[in-house]
Every structure is written in structure tokens, then in C-alpha cells.
């Protein structure tokens, strides 16, 4: 399938969080339910107050009528982005492991299901944090590009999204610039050898310097 240039341009939020919104979480449900058939399958049925895995879109839905309650992922307390935070500025620290849609999951949860979180205003500030210090070595990492490749491993697509068009643009001027250089130096070679071609035995002698020492 063919890259659009919108793809490698980027998308824009309101586009990524419509994409995690197929990404489950849990509920607990305040009304008895019977199971809904979805495209992607079954869920439910909903007996209060058993958990049950939803879809992150439905979990909206129901929370907006009132029929369920989200419970916050691990990873969105406060506890575990304090530690987090504290984890991803040790020097040369690698990025952490996030859930690929952290941070529109966080901002739909924290929109409309912010009195289901405990702290929902610290957990915002963390996430703030988070976001600042996985983007500055973010930064540092794209001072590493080269013209074959660029690894970082563990980034969200949020993350990719940001960098992704100075990451085009650089990527095509690095390998441009490494094109020319390779043609620079044949092009030397080349004359090299074509001098080299027109010398003497004697001369070329003179132009390596001396003879070999017997």
C-alpha cells in the first residue's frame, strides 16, 4: 500500500486518539447488561460490579450515560509516572516501555473519565513531565541520525508523529549529502588514476616519493 503524503507528513491528535480508541481497557459496570456484538467480537454481559474488558470507545460511551466506570490502567496512577519520570532521566537511560497509544489513552481517559482517576491533576502534571523528558531525548536521539538509520526503541506513536517529518527531511538531505560525497570522492579517484596514467615510470617515482629501499 502506498505511503500518502499526509502519512509521512503526520497526523493530527483528534486522528491518532480515533485510532486508540480500539485498544481495551477495563470497566466495572453499574447497570446489568447483556453482551453486545461488536465487528471485532463479543463483550460482556455486564453483571455489576464484575470487571470486564472493553473497548476503550464503548468504556466512553457507556461513562457518558453513566453505565460504567473505567478503571485506570496501571501505568496511569500516579505512583507508577512518578516512578517513571524518575526512571527516564537517569543519564543514558533508555526510553521506558509504554503502552503505542499512552498518551492519547491518558488524554481520553483523563476528558472523560477524570473522577474515576485518584489525583487526576497530579497524574496530568506527570504525564506533562514525562512527555518533556521523553522528548528531549527524543531530540538528542535525532542528533544521531546517520544516513542508514535511525533507532529508538519504545516509542509511542504519538512520539513517531512528532518527529516524523524532520525525521523525512533530514533522513533525505543525510543520504543526499552522502551521495554527493560518494560521487565527489570517485570523481577524485578517477582523476587520480588518469594522472597517474600519464606519468612515466620516473615521474610517478618522484610523485610516491623514492624508490624502494633495496
Known sequence: ???????????????????????????????????LELVRGTVGPFRPPQKTKVPLWLAVMLKR?????????????????????????QPDSLFTRLPFHYLEIAHIILTY??????????????L?????VRQSKTR??????????????????????????????????LRQLD???SATEDSRQQQQQSQFGELSYSE???????SYPL
Not at 128 to 132: A, G, H, K, T
Not at 143 to 153: I, Y
Open 113 to 126: 473519565a477524570e473522577d474515576d482517576l485518584v489525583d487526576s491533576q497530579g497524574i496530568r502534571r506527570l
Open 128 to 132: 506533562q513531565d514525562l512527555r518533556e
Open 179 to 181: 551521495l554527493l560525497a
Open 1 to 35: 500500500m502506498a505511503v500518502t503524503s499526509r502519512q509521512r507528513e503526520g497526523f493530527t491528535m483528534p486522528e491518532l486518539e480515533y485510532v486508540a480508541q480500539c485498544e481495551s481497557v477495563t470497566i466495572v459496570p453499574l447497570h446489568r447488561m447483556d453482551r
Open 65 to 89: 450515560t453513566n453505565r460504567c466506570r473505567i478503571v485506570a490502567p496501571t501505568w496511569l496512577s500516579f505512583e507508577h509516572l512518578r516512578d517513571l519520570c524518575k526512571r527516564e532521566e
Open 140 to 173: 538528542g536521539g535525532m542528533e544521531m541520525l546517520n544516513p542508514l538509520q535511525l533507532q529508538m526503541d519504545n516509542l509511542s506513536a504519538a512520539e513517531i508523529n512528532e518527529i516524523r517529518p524532520l525525521f523525512r527531511h533530514s533522513f533525505d538531505m
Open 204 to 210: 610517478m617515482d618522484n610523485v610516491m616519493g623514492s
